[in-house]
């Protein structure tokens, strides 16, 4: 059979070198781009019609969530596996959400990746082991939990309904009557949750996620 193209999105040069003289060791695997943000990696993808991209998460310009979110919404034929240091529930649930084909750890055997790339091809889904429980919990969770619409707790909604108004921290710690170094932590926790870098990025993904409502 032909090789497997493969596009690696990833911001660390030494990573996405080390990735493809691994991959293409016995010819199975074809790396055809490279990218280094997500944005880029879009680009990429419409030009070379990859078989399988291999997404990080935290990237510049564009999350690879985001990115993986944009590449479902244009309905591109290439499958995508998020190779990620990120182990934590909210992030593994995110990319399921979206429509992930496969999720593996930085820190996995080269086997497991291998054996990943060659299981989303085939079009089947691929979950690392280790992550399966965790998202076996987090499904019943939300199954059982008819609130349970976000990542985010009660009180980081309130935070971010206020924080989409346009109020600074300070501000939004009097309306709440909670200090304004908690604030700053529910602010911290909001963005990683929902993989954002700033506060307008925080507030579109309120509105478009019917957190809050235009007037």
Same mark, same amino acid.
């Given at each position: 059979m032909d090789p497997i193209k493969i596009v690696i999105a990833d911001d660390h040069c030494m990573v996405r &070198?080390?990735?493809?003289q691994l991959l293409e060791l016995d010819?199975? =695997?074809q790396v055809v781009g490279e990218a280094g943000d997500g944005v880029n990696c879009l680009t990429i993808i419409e030009k070379v019609n990859?078989?399988?991209v291999l997404l990080d998460i935290n990237m510049p310009e564009m999350n690879g969530l985001k990115c993986l979110?944009?590449?479902? &919404?244009k309905k591109y034929k290439s499958k995508i596996l998020i190779l990620? =240091?990120?182990n934590e529930i909210e992030y593994l649930w995110k990319a399921v959400q979206i429509g992930v084909d496969g999720y593996v750890l930085k820190d996995s055997e080269s086997d497991i990746l291998r054996k990943a790339i060659f299981s989303v091809y085939k079009g089947e889904k691929f979950i690392q082991s280790e992550l399966v429980p965790l998202l076996k919990q987090k499904e019943e969770s939300h199954e059982n939990n008819d609130d349970d619409d976000s990542l985010l707790t009660r009180r980081e909604t309130e935070v971010l309904k206020l924080l989409?108004?346009?109020l600074f921290n300070k501000e939004?710690?009097?309306q709440l009557s909670i200090s304004e170094k908690t604030v700053k932590n529910h602010v911290s926790n909001i963005f990683k949750k929902i993989c954002v870098s700033d506060r307008t990025q925080a507030a579109v993904y309120a509105i478009k996620n019917n957190i809050v409502e235009l007037n």
């Open positions: &070198e080390g990735l493809k010819g199975d =695997i990859p078989d399988v979110e944009i590449i479902k &919404e990620t =240091i990120h989409t108004e346009g939004i710690a009097y």
